[in-house]
């Protein structure tokens, strides 16, 4: 199955730089292969693939790495040459400090600063001038495009010991769980990711050698794909992913599978800030939304398939999850499809 789907939000966000600049957003959508409900639909989603192709485009018409969203552009090349600074580290903890001082170089409207005690470090967020930021989107990307190259140089999952947030919840947060999985806090004094001081001193098993076929991706697929990690989250949405041709197991089942309680397992779930049916719910979505999107399947075959004995039932949830009915979704994604080509 297609990695989870991500919402429109994300999609209006990083559109916001060049909106700011007087280009127009049907056509770079157009050119991405994105529907325009995107624009008007706050329940509408897209596949990573799309957003990664949209990033491409704005990096390309914007010639900004951070789309036009900081007050002064970040010139294509700017992640690369940070990947080879660090590279020769020793550990992560040392990544971390060179390529944030890096960054630092530049007079830029936001920096992420790395902080480092004892018992844990740091990435922090810090805004120095006035810049576009809309709905919190470079504070984010920036945030996701650390941890993830700290997964990539040190071939780990790093686990994130605590998101904090300087600003209240906002209407997106359900989906931190894709990017920032663990517990979130907001309306904290900073912006900041906390990480072990034991992950802080592994080592970087990347080399130059690596970079090429990181930066035919990157940095964009860290933004848009959801990180493997071994969070709750991620193990149940395997589970169900995986049954999700037969009937999907209920709750005392994943917990079997998972070898825990269901008392335990309901315990991690709210410490990750999500329900055993959230996760459901999204794994149906999904799983729905691939197949409208491949066209094999008639929708009432569908709608079986991801659990629904009846058309009518997956007719409501599917307008519930995406703000549009199975066949207005089919329609759409055919018609992009041949615009696109």
Request: net charge neutral; charged share 25%.
């Amino acid at each position: 199955m297609k990695t989870s789907t991500i919402a429109s939000h994300y999609v209006r966000a990083a559109l916001a730089g060049a909106l700011a600049q007087g280009h127009d957003a049907e056509t770079i959508l157009r050119q991405a292969g994105i529907g325009l409900e995107i624009l008007h639909e706050p329940k509408a989603r897209v596949y990573p693939d799309k957003m990664a192709k949209l990033l491409r485009i704005l990096v390309n018409l914007l010639q900004d790495e951070f789309l036009g969203h900081d007050y002064k552009p970040s010139k294509p090349g700017s992640f690369e040459t940070l990947c080879q600074l660090i590279l020769p580290c020793s550990t992560l903890g040392e990544a971390l400090e060179m390529g944030t001082r890096f960054y630092r170089l530049f007079d830029l409207g936001i920096h992420t600063q790395f902080e480092q005690t004892e018992f844990d470090g740091a990435l922090v967020v810090n805004q120095h001038h006035e810049c576009l930021n809309k709905h919190h989107y470079l504070t984010e990307y920036q945030l996701v495009l650390w941890h993830r190259l700290c997964c990539w140089l040190t071939g780990k999952r790093i686990p994130i010991k605590m998101a904090e947030f300087s600003y209240a919840r906002p209407n997106h947060a359900g989906e931190y769980q894709l990017f920032f999985y663990g517990e979130h806090k907001f309306n904290q004094p900073r912006t900041l990711l906390r990480f072990r001081k034991s992950d802080l001193d592994l080592p970087i098993i990347r080399s130059r050698q690596d970079l090429p076929e990181l930066m035919q991706e990157a940095p964009y697929v860290f933004l848009v794909k959801p990180n493997n990690t071994a969070s709750i989250n991620a193990q149940i949405r395997r589970i169900l992913e995986v049954s999700s041709e037969l009937e999907m197991p209920d709750f005392e089942s994943v917990a079997y599978q998972l070898n825990t309680s269901t008392q335990t397992l309901r315990r991690r779930l709210k410490e990750e800030d999500t329900s055993f049916q959230a996760i459901k719910d999204q794994v149906r979505r999904d799983l729905a939304i691939c197949h409208l999107s491949e066209n094999k399947y008639s929708i009432n075959d569908i709608a079986l398939k991801v659990g629904f004995t009846e058309p009518s039932t997956f007719h409501r949830a599917f307008k519930k999850w995406t703000g549009v009915t199975p066949g207005d979704y089919r329609a759409g994604e055919i018609q992009e499809t041949c615009k696109a080509e």
